[in-house]
């Protein structure tokens, strides 16, 4: 990385070079110095600084900043370091214009086919046949009354050419409008991540996109850098640079080591201060989107040459996602390129779908046009016995080319491209709606994967309680008090050292001000247990801020910030004697192991044994928590001057402590999650509940909130107890032990951030029931990011969420609160749910469109519903209906039924029962009509009329009678369940009313001044009342197929399961690697076929072992990796590297590719992945060196030469 770093600055353009004074608007550096000094790291970085600065204090000093006490907040000198050293930002790709999105919609097959008709009919409508009045061409065109109605035949191609512009106009449209919801969406994100910055010594939050060069900026735990800068000073700062540099091992920073900061990495451990040294393109992350080219022209090339290597630098770059979580600031990855579309389960489902269905309409069309073809063949020409004369020929091909559209029509009516676009319309609306209820949607699929969610693993602090932390009961000098002491009861030596231990060993960002309204609480700011502490020393009647005042945090002499593995904070102090005193606090029973010595009710000291330690726990501990409270402990330590231990090593300076006092901290149940947790379990979904606090706390808040009831068989266990029953005597992780837990397990307490990703993988891995769980996370932490990104939807929390934990998730919770993700179940199961309306309602039209077109095709040689009327009930169908049915909104039934599993068929047996049915009746309806309507009507038959002749009546109510049966059946559709009351709720939907009546009036226009163009003749009221009559029969004849019960249909067979199980494994492959770029994931199917190749070639290596079995320790053994899923999943497979090899082209074809690149890339250790990062040069030779880089673990791996003897 370092030397692509360097090396960085050749490939940018440097526009800011000619602007450059010698010292840029009386700055004291230049842009270009900054950005090299950035490039350095360590030991180099650090002799750079004093070299040209002196120290970070003349760094800061030339910036014209001060370390303590920031920038003056002067606009004009903001906006001058903004035109100097550019702004924080990066800038997005440019979006698809509108006329990008119809030239894509314009793409559509079936279009193209209905556009060639369509011209072709336009061009022979136009040819006037030279002998048309012969009577040598047969009756083809006597039916043609006069010479203008002969001349309207070019009405029909250019309504279908007119008809077609509509379908990709809306097309287009829904697209555009999805695109700006989710740029709006992405932007909604960026404005919520503010950072801290000191400006006039004050300590202000700002958004991300306002930092400017100079800024010194507070850094924390879990924060993610949003830009680069220079460490000023830090306490136990340790940073998570894997997105950049792919080392997954934290590195320590100190002001006097390592000081360089970069952006895009997180903050693991620590807390500190830095000056801000480089923003937006020139920060690191910057220099990379700008080889990345985030301006797109690379990356459109890149696509189209499907990852070939002129992206090798840049893919170099690539910020790779680490197993800590830790991934690239993903916020500018979806700037730098347009949302990936993410395949979900329903996605999954419907895609099989409509391509079943289209292939039966395709089929069917195909049929009706050979049959029209036929029959007029072998009427004409056989029945008739004529021979085809020269100067007829433009008639019969005009009529071929009529048979050859309907058969289209068909074709079109028969393919429901309205479903893509109803699941789009559905999550779109759904996630703007979800924005109200508090759940801010990352990717669109979380909203429909939450609806089958069975469980729902949640922290306990802040989601499920009120995250407003008090201390209620506390230990102090051999007394349990049971509420805050009075101060006069407590000793003063006690009570200074308590207020000393509290005020200086927590962050000094954390605090509590006052109210902002009159008779509100205080407001809490900062970690909200040290909130309670410091809470605490208020209520003693004792004031923090003095203690801080007299102890600034540059005077602290020692930090251990607290993280999930020493579960407590410690901090050293130099006492005015030169000895040193150790403040500590963290989790009781962990700390009391550690003290050796208590303070007695006269604040002497007492020693405290394991005996005492039994007594307490019992007596203090169990107690406080049994009433649900979190047990804190508080100690503290002297050091001699004479004794200063070795400060690193952390187990012997934290030890032989003496226990200050006891604390219980109250953190109230949220009111309303009980209620919430209800709904959830009789919804089907089990909610656990995992947390770092100790077990009597968690079970006794579980209980309050019902996750446990009394009289019920679960368990309650500790993070250890978790692991013992999980893994065998070797220490591993067992599935089958894993599955003895799992379903019963409610609490996990004292659990660390892996034990919570061993959980939910093990629920989502696990094939006991009969369904695959789809699990939902909740987590806030650094470390919870692995769990969030493993989880089928990673809830983070908007407020007290890190960076770190929003990057990592799918759905940000902006309030903090279990109910709302409630609220995502409900809205996921409403996605489903409406997208089945519009299905079963669709499939109704399809089924009885393409049976009436093919059937009349074949009787009287001319499709009842004609090419432009079809295509005008395509799009109400399509486009509308997907529209009114899409936006349903949710109600609370939709939380009395259990989820679908992730197989369930789409279609259900009650849908299609009802599909069946109104087919049924609209077919009797519409055949009574075309072969005796014109009795019952007393009009002409409109059958077996001539070419271009004009429209008749009878066509017409069979056209009007059929879209009306529609128009009724779309309300019929708003129930899938087999609900009787199908108006139920319809005014709260005022969309789904708007476009019924719309049709409704768009018919009426149509049908009476539609004229030649739709082939309608205006109709009399009372045909108009008929028509409406047929249509309302609709709704009756829903009642009665209601009545029916579906459990006698055994015949009914449910259709649109989920992805079968051979192609189940390639979508589990592509959600368990998401490193693999997408365009690989097209690759896939041909690396599965590759792979079976590669295993008959694994038995010819096993031949060449054996000669080498000498040279082999080193290499894993093959029959390891036969599985396909095990392939993927060994180490070396992640893709963790991104310098590019070829190994998939002999060595004859590397100098070709030597052009291309800049230099052959080396040789990377990790040869291996290239076997599935470059499966575009699957050629036969590439397939004999690709075997060999696929096992050699090392670059000179004896397999290298393997590849001759292969």
Same mark, same amino acid.
């Given at each position: 990385?370092?030397?692509?770093?360097?090396?960085?600055?050749?490939?940018?353009? #440097?526009?800011?070079?000619?602007?450059?004074?010698?010292?840029? %608007?009386?700055?004291?550096?230049?842009?270009?110095?900054?950005?090299?000094?950035?490039?350095?790291?360590?030991?180099?970085?650090?002799?750079?600084?004093?070299?040209?600065?002196?120290?970070?204090?003349?760094?800061?000093?030339?910036?014209?900043?001060?370390?303590?006490?920031?920038?003056?907040?002067?606009?004009?000198?903001?906006?001058?370091?903004?035109?100097?050293?550019?702004?924080?930002?990066?800038?997005?790709?440019?979006?698809?214009?509108?006329?990008?999105?119809?030239?894509?919609?314009?793409?559509?097959?079936?279009?193209?086919?209905?556009?060639?008709?369509?011209?072709?009919?336009?061009?022979?409508?136009?040819?006037?046949?030279?002998?048309?009045? *012969?009577?040598?061409?047969?009756?083809?065109?006597?039916?043609?009354?006069?010479?203008?109605?002969?001349?309207?035949?070019?009405?029909?191609?250019?309504?279908?050419?007119?008809?077609?512009?509509?379908?990709?106009?809306? /097309?287009?449209?829904?697209?555009?409008?999805?695109?700006?919801?989710?740029?709006?969406?992405? *932007?909604?994100?960026?404005?919520?991540?503010?950072?801290?910055?000191?400006?006039?010594?004050?300590?202000?939050?700002?958004?991300?996109?306002?930092?400017?060069?100079?800024?010194?900026?507070?850094?924390?735990?879990?924060?993610?850098?949003?830009?680069?800068?220079?460490?000023?000073?830090?306490?136990?700062?340790?940073?998570?640079?894997?997105?950049?540099?792919?080392?997954?091992?934290?590195?320590?920073?100190?002001?006097?080591?390592?000081?360089?900061?970069?952006?895009?990495?997180?903050?693991?451990?620590?807390?500190?201060?830095?000056?801000?040294?480089?923003?937006?393109?020139?920060?690191?992350?910057?220099?990379?989107?700008?080889?990345?080219?985030?301006?797109?022209?690379?990356?459109?090339?890149?696509?189209?040459?499907?990852?070939?290597?002129?992206?090798?630098?840049?893919?170099?770059?690539?910020?790779?996602?680490?197993?800590?979580?830790?991934?690239?600031?993903?916020?500018?990855?979806?700037?730098?390129?347009?949302?990936?579309?993410?395949?979900?389960?329903?996605?999954?489902?419907?895609?099989?779908?409509?391509?079943?269905?289209? #292939?039966?309409?395709?089929?069917?069309?195909?049929?009706?046009?050979?049959?029209?073809?036929?029959?007029?063949?072998?009427?004409?020409?056989?029945?008739?016995?004529?021979?085809?004369?020269?100067?007829?020929?433009?008639?019969?091909?005009?009529?071929?080319?009529?048979?050859?559209?309907?058969?289209?029509? &068909?074709?079109?009516?028969?393919?429901?491209?309205?479903?893509?676009?109803?699941?789009?319309?559905?999550?779109?609306?759904?996630?703007?709606?979800?924005?109200?209820?508090?759940?801010?949607?990352?990717?669109?699929?979380?909203?429909?994967?939450?609806?089958?969610?069975?469980?729902?693993?949640?922290?306990?602090? !802040?989601?499920?309680?009120?995250?407003?932390?008090?201390?209620?009961?506390?230990?102090?000098?051999?007394?349990?008090?049971?509420?805050?002491?009075?101060?006069?009861?407590?000793?003063?030596?006690?009570?200074?050292?308590?207020?000393?231990?509290?005020?200086?060993?927590?962050?000094?960002? /954390?605090?509590?001000?006052?109210?902002?309204?009159?008779?509100?609480?205080?407001?809490?700011?900062?970690? #909200?247990?040290?909130?309670? +502490?410091?809470?605490?020393?208020?209520?003693?009647?004792?004031?923090?801020?003095?203690?801080?005042?007299?102890?600034?945090?540059?005077?602290?002499?020692?930090?251990?910030?607290?993280?999930?593995?020493?579960?407590?904070?410690?901090?050293?102090?130099?006492?005015?004697?030169?000895?040193?005193?150790?403040?500590?606090? !963290?989790?009781?029973?962990?700390?009391?192991?550690?003290?050796?010595?208590?303070?007695?009710?006269?604040?002497?000291?007492?020693?405290?044994?394991?005996?005492?330690?039994?007594?307490?726990?019992?007596?203090?501990?169990?107690?406080?928590?049994?009433?649900?409270?979190?047990?804190?402990?508080?100690?503290?330590?002297?050091?001699?001057?004479?004794?200063?231990?070795?400060?690193?090593?952390?187990?012997?300076?934290?030890?032989?402590?003496?226990?200050?006092?006891?604390?219980?901290?109250?953190?109230?149940?949220?009111?309303?999650?009980?209620?919430?947790?209800?709904?959830?379990?009789?919804? !089907?979904?089990?909610?656990?509940?995992?947390?770092?606090?100790?077990?009597?706390?968690?079970?006794?808040?579980?209980?309050?909130?019902?996750?446990?009831?009394?009289?019920?068989?679960? +368990?309650?266990?500790?993070?250890?107890?978790?692991?013992?029953?999980?893994?065998?005597?070797?220490?591993?992780?067992?599935?089958?032990?894993?599955?003895?837990?799992?379903?019963?397990?409610?609490?996990?307490?004292?659990?660390?951030?892996?034990?919570?990703?061993?959980?939910?993988?093990?629920?989502?891995?696990?094939?006991?029931?009969?369904?695959?769980?789809?699990?939902?996370? /909740?987590?806030?932490?650094?470390?919870?990011?692995?769990?969030?990104?493993?989880?089928? &939807?990673?809830?983070?929390? %908007?407020?007290?969420?890190?960076?770190?934990?929003?990057?990592?998730?799918?759905?940000?919770?902006?309030?903090?609160?279990?109910? *709302?993700?409630?609220?995502?179940?409900?809205?996921?199961?409403?996605?489903?749910?409406?997208?089945?309306?519009?299905?079963?309602?669709?499939?109704?039209?399809?089924?009885?469109?393409?049976?009436?077109?093919?059937?009349?095709?074949?009787?009287?040689?001319?499709?009842?519903?004609?090419?432009?009327?079809?295509?005008?009930?395509?799009?109400?169908?399509?486009?509308?209906?997907?529209?009114?049915?899409?936006?349903?909104?949710?109600?609370?039934?939709?939380?009395?039924?259990?989820?679908?599993?992730?197989?369930?068929?789409?279609?259900?047996?009650?849908?299609?029962?009802?599909?069946?049915?109104?087919?049924?009746?609209?077919?009797?309806?519409?055949?009574?009509?075309?072969?005796?309507?014109?009795?019952?009507?007393?009009?002409?038959?409109?059958?077996?009329?001539?070419?271009?002749?004009?429209?008749?009546?009878?066509?017409?109510?069979?056209?009007?009678?059929?879209?009306?049966?529609?128009?009724?059946?779309?309300?019929?559709?708003?129930?899938?369940?087999?609900?009787?009351?199908?108006?139920?709720?319809?005014?709260?939907?005022?969309?789904?009313?708007?476009?019924?009546?719309?049709?409704?009036?768009?018919?009426?226009?149509?049908?009476?001044?539609?004229?030649?163009?739709?082939?309608?003749?205006?109709?009399?009221?009372?045909?108009?009342?008929?028509?409406?009559?047929?249509?309302?029969?609709?709704?009756?004849?829903?009642?009665?197929?209601?009545?029916?019960?579906?459990?006698?249909?055994?015949?009914?067979?449910?259709?649109?399961?989920?992805?079968?199980?051979?192609?189940? /494994?390639?979508?589990?492959?592509?959600?368990?690697?998401?490193?693999?770029?997408?365009?690989?994931?097209?690759?896939?199917?041909?690396?599965?076929?590759?792979?079976?190749?590669?295993?008959?070639?694994?038995?010819?290596?096993? &031949?060449?072992?054996?000669?080498?079995?000498?040279?082999?320790?080193?290499?894993?053994?093959?029959?390891?990796?036969?599985?396909?899923?095990?392939?993927?999943?060994?180490?070396?497979?992640?893709?963790?590297?991104?310098?590019?090899?070829?190994?998939?082209?002999?060595?004859?074809?590397?100098?070709?590719?030597?052009?291309? +690149?800049?230099?052959?890339?080396?040789?990377?250790?990790?040869?291996?992945?290239?076997?599935?990062?470059?499966?575009?040069?699957?050629?036969?030779?590439?397939?004999?060196?690709?075997?060999?880089?696929?096992?050699?673990?090392?670059?000179? *791996?004896?397999?290298?030469?393997?590849?001759?003897?292969?």
């Amino acid at each position: 990385m370092g030397d692509v770093a360097n090396s960085s600055i050749e490939f940018h353009p #440097k526009p800011q070079q000619q602007r450059e004074a010698p010292h840029a %608007g009386g700055f004291g550096c230049t842009l270009a110095e900054l950005r090299s000094l950035m490039e350095l790291r360590g030991a180099e970085a650090l002799q750079k600084v004093q070299e040209t600065y002196g120290d970070v204090g003349g760094l800061c000093r030339r910036l014209k900043t001060s370390p303590t006490e920031g920038l003056a907040d002067n606009a004009n000198d903001l906006e001058k370091r903004r035109q100097i050293y550019g702004q924080n930002f990066i800038p997005p790709k440019q979006p698809k214009t509108f006329l990008q999105l119809v030239w894509e919609a314009l793409q559509d097959v079936t279009l193209i086919i209905l556009e060639v008709a369509a011209i072709v009919s336009l061009g022979l409508s136009f040819y006037a046949p030279p002998g048309e009045e *012969s009577e040598a061409c047969g009756n083809v065109s006597a039916g043609a009354e006069d010479e203008g109605e002969a001349e309207a035949g070019w009405i029909e191609g250019a309504a279908i050419l007119l008809s077609v512009i509509c379908v990709v106009l809306v /097309t287009a449209f829904n697209d555009w409008s999805k695109e700006k919801q989710f740029r709006g969406l992405q *932007s909604r994100i960026e404005q919520e991540q503010k950072f801290t910055v000191i400006r006039n010594g004050q300590l202000l939050q700002v958004p991300v996109a306002a930092l400017v060069v100079g800024d010194i900026a507070q850094v924390k735990y879990g924060d993610l850098l949003p830009a680069d800068g220079v460490l000023i000073q830090g306490n136990d700062l340790k940073i998570d640079e894997s997105s950049l540099t792919g080392e997954s091992d934290h590195v320590r920073k100190s002001a006097d080591k390592d000081p360089m900061l970069l952006s895009g990495t997180h903050v693991m451990e620590g807390s500190g201060r830095m000056v801000v040294t480089a923003v937006g393109v020139n920060s690191q992350t910057g220099i990379i989107f700008t080889l990345l080219g985030a301006g797109g022209e690379e990356e459109e090339k890149k696509e189209k040459k499907a990852k070939k290597q002129d992206g090798a630098v840049a893919m170099e770059m690539q910020p790779l996602k680490s197993a800590e979580g830790g991934e690239m600031e993903e916020r500018e990855k979806k700037k730098a390129n347009v949302p990936k579309k993410e395949k979900s389960v329903l996605q999954g489902k419907l895609t099989k779908l409509a391509v079943q269905i289209g #292939k039966a309409g395709l089929v069917m069309s195909a049929i009706t046009v050979i049959i029209l073809v036929l029959y007029f063949v072998i009427e004409t020409f056989v029945v008739g016995g004529r021979a085809w004369l020269a100067e007829c020929t433009p008639v019969y091909v005009q009529y071929f080319v009529k048979f050859f559209i309907i058969g289209v029509t &068909v074709l079109v009516v028969a393919v429901p491209e309205g479903l893509p676009l109803a699941v789009t319309i559905s999550l779109a609306y759904s996630v703007k709606k979800m924005m109200r209820d508090n759940n801010l949607v990352r990717h669109l699929d979380a909203c429909e994967t939450m609806g089958n969610a069975t469980a729902i693993c949640s922290d306990k602090t !802040g989601t499920l309680t009120t995250n407003r932390m008090t201390v209620v009961q506390s230990y102090l000098g051999d007394t349990h008090y049971k509420e805050v002491p009075a101060p006069s009861a407590l000793t003063p030596k006690i009570l200074d050292l308590l207020v000393h231990a509290i005020s200086i060993n927590s962050a000094y960002t /954390t605090k509590i001000l006052p109210p902002e309204k009159e008779g509100a609480l205080p407001r809490q700011v900062g970690n #909200k247990t040290e909130c309670a +502490l410091l809470g605490f020393v208020l209520d003693l009647k004792q004031d923090f801020q003095p203690v801080r005042e007299q102890i600034p945090e540059d005077k602290l002499y020692k930090v251990y910030t607290f993280n999930s593995v020493r579960k407590s904070m410690s901090t050293v102090i130099r006492m005015p004697d030169g000895g040193f005193r150790l403040f500590s606090k !963290g989790a009781s029973e962990i700390l009391l192991k550690k003290c050796t010595n208590i303070l007695n009710s006269n604040g002497e000291l007492r020693s405290f044994r394991p005996r005492d330690r039994d007594d307490m726990v019992k007596k203090v501990i169990e107690p406080m928590a049994c009433d649900g409270l979190r047990t804190i402990c508080i100690a503290y330590r002297d050091f001699s001057a004479a004794q200063e231990p070795d400060w690193d090593n952390e187990n012997e300076v934290v030890g032989d402590l003496t226990c200050i006092a006891v604390v219980g901290i109250e953190d109230p149940v949220r009111p309303e999650v009980p209620e919430a947790i209800r709904k959830c379990q009789r919804a !089907g979904i089990t909610v656990r509940m995992v947390t770092g606090d100790n077990i009597n706390t968690a079970r006794a808040i579980a209980a309050k909130c019902g996750i446990i009831q009394p009289g019920e068989d679960f +368990l309650c266990l500790e993070g250890k107890e978790f692991n013992r029953r999980i893994r065998n005597e070797k220490g591993e992780i067992e599935q089958e032990r894993l599955d003895k837990v799992w379903p019963k397990l409610r609490v996990l307490a004292r659990s660390s951030p892996t034990d919570k990703h061993t959980l939910v993988k093990g629920i989502i891995d696990s094939n006991t029931g009969e369904q695959r769980q789809v699990v939902a996370v /909740t987590g806030d932490g650094t470390n919870d990011g692995p769990a969030l990104k493993k989880a089928d &939807v990673g809830f983070a929390m %908007g407020i007290a969420g890190t960076d770190v934990a929003k990057e990592a998730s799918d759905i940000i919770l902006t309030d903090d609160n279990f109910t *709302s993700i409630v609220k995502a179940v409900m809205w996921g199961r409403n996605v489903y749910d409406s997208i089945s309306k519009f299905l079963q309602f669709q499939l109704t039209v399809n089924v009885v469109a393409v049976i009436v077109a093919f059937t009349g095709a074949c009787i009287t040689q001319d499709s009842p519903l004609k090419a432009v009327q079809m295509l005008w009930v395509n799009l109400i169908m399509d486009t509308f209906a997907s529209l009114a049915l899409a936006t349903e909104p949710p109600t609370e039934s939709l939380l009395l039924r259990k989820p679908y599993g992730r197989d369930k068929p789409l279609i259900s047996r009650t849908m299609m029962k009802s599909i069946l049915g109104h087919a049924v009746y609209q077919l009797t309806i519409i055949f009574t009509l075309l072969f005796v309507g014109e009795l019952f009507f007393d009009i002409d038959s409109g059958r077996n009329a001539p070419l271009h002749s004009p429209p008749s009546e009878h066509y017409t109510i069979i056209f009007n009678t059929f879209v009306m049966m529609q128009l009724f059946n779309e309300i019929n559709a708003r129930k899938i369940h087999g609900e009787r009351n199908v108006f139920h709720g319809i005014f709260s939907n005022p969309i789904f009313c708007t476009i019924v009546l719309g049709t409704f009036a768009i018919q009426i226009v149509i049908v009476q001044f539609g004229g030649k163009p739709f082939s309608c003749s205006p109709l009399s009221t009372e045909q108009w009342l008929w028509c409406l009559f047929v249509g309302v029969g609709e709704l009756v004849w829903g009642q009665v197929i209601a009545t029916i019960p579906t459990s006698q249909l055994k015949c009914l067979k449910e259709a649109g399961h989920g992805p079968g199980k051979d192609e189940m /494994t390639d979508e589990e492959l592509a959600e368990g690697e998401e490193e693999i770029d997408h365009a690989e994931r097209e690759l896939r199917r041909g690396q599965i076929l590759w792979f079976r190749g590669l295993n008959r070639i694994q038995t010819q290596i096993r &031949v060449v072992k054996a000669f080498r079995s000498s040279l082999y320790e080193g290499l894993e053994k093959p029959e390891s990796k036969t599985s396909i899923h095990n392939f993927m999943a060994t180490p070396e497979f992640l893709i963790n590297d991104y310098t590019h090899n070829i190994p998939l082209i002999d060595d004859t074809d590397v100098d070709e590719n030597e052009e291309r +690149l800049r230099a052959p890339p080396p040789p990377s250790p990790n040869q291996n992945n290239n076997a599935i990062d470059s499966g575009v040069y699957l050629t036969t030779r590439g397939t004999k060196s690709a075997t060999s880089s696929v096992f050699s673990s090392r670059p000179g *791996s004896p397999l290298h030469s393997v590849e001759t003897s292969l």
